[in-house]
């Protein structure tokens, strides 16, 4: 921010694009309207970041639009390589499903 000479604060410059919403979908809105250039003010409703996770597992069509975004070498070192999900209920195991995406096409053949 620069000061006139006057003294006073100058506003900050206005905002080009309100995303409403900090969720999966207003979070990348942002970021790609930043990335082009645009002042962006991002609302949500929750008073902070979520204290618990939100998802299983990043998908191979996700890491595809991270690396369309720029953000997948950043990502990928910082996530695991999932072979396989259990799911449970009621205190039981009832079904394990292997994550193998090799047969796909895809760069990014694997959860992480």
Known sequence: MVNPPDGRPSPPPATQALVVGAGPVGLTAAHELARRGLRVRLI???????????????????LETYDQMGVVDDVLPRGRRN??????AGGRRR??????????????????
Not at 44 to 62: E, I, K, L, W
């Open 83 to 88: 072979r396989a999900f259990t799911m449970y």
């Open 95 to 112: 079904v394990r499903l292997r994550a193998d995406y090799a047969t796909m096409p895809t760069r990014y053949p694997a959860s992480r």
């Open 44 to 62: 949500d409703a929750a008073p902070g970041p979520a204290a618990t996770s939100r998802a299983v597992a990043t998908h191979p069509r996700t």
